[in-house]
């Protein structure tokens, strides 16, 4: 579509983002597969990755995964998550 087109050919320096849903391994994912793919899109492109998650995200897990922790260099949270497993910065 026109929406995947126009997202590919960007080059942000740094993408925030977020979704759905996080679980204890580390694994972000989202229950609309459109809107996962754009951002797959997004993140590939980007030089720096800032996931933003509120704690109600926490230990759950969507259909459609979209990346891991150990592919974001920060992720932003509201409080600690004891026990996630994740090599990214955590703030």
Not at 37 to 57: G, H, P, T
């Amino acid at each position: 579509t026109e929406a995947y087109r126009a997202v590919s050919m960007l080059k942000p320096d740094i993408l925030f983002f977020s979704s759905q849903s996080l679980d204890q391994n580390g694994i972000i994912s989202d229950s609309t597969e459109e809107e996962n793919y754009l951002r797959m899109l997004m993140l590939n492109a980007a030089a720096q990755k800032v996931f933003l998650c509120d704690s109600e995200k926490f230990n759950r897990r969507s259909v459609y995964t979209l990346t891991d922790l150990d592919h974001v260099d920060v992720a932003v949270f509201d409080r600690e998550y004891e026990g996630l497993k994740h090599s990214c910065t955590v703030l």
